[in-house]
């Protein structure tokens, strides 16, 4: 059974830095998208940022401030938070596709104050 346990979510005052990390376990199969969502209060969740394969993406509200990155020999996806602003706050999930079946963590929270 795929999992995947996310940590490093917290609180933080603006301008300051955050590390996710969300390891993968139970998969037989290679992971070809690893990524990130996050889920404001009220808000619908949104992409923040995902590698496929070795490409990363991002959304255009965190260009420039995140970097996403992965360890495929630990599959494990991180996400670097620098100059968080609170409009960062939300849960963030971890989500892998494996075999065109997406898998999703249980989520972390990130809480910026300004």
């Known amino acids: 059974q795929v999992q995947l346990v996310e940590s490093g979510g917290g609180l933080v005052q603006a301008g300051g830095s955050l590390r996710l990390s969300c390891v993968v376990s139970?998969?037989?199969?290679?992971?070809?998208?690893m990524g990130w969502y996050r889920q404001a209060p009220g808000k619908q969740r949104e992409l923040v940022a995902r590698i496929i394969g070795g490409t990363p993406n991002y959304a255009d509200s965190v260009k420039g401030r995140f970097t996403i990155s992965r360890d495929n020999a630990k599959n494990t996806v991180y996400l670097q938070m620098n100059s968080l602003k609170p409009e960062d706050t939300a849960v963030y999930y971890c989500?892998?596709?494996?075999?065109?079946?997406?898998?999703w963590g249980q989520g972390t929270q990130v809480t910026v104050s300004s």
């Open positions: 989500y892998a596709r494996i075999t065109g079946f997406d898998y």
């Open positions: 139970g998969s037989r199969f290679s992971i070809n998208t």
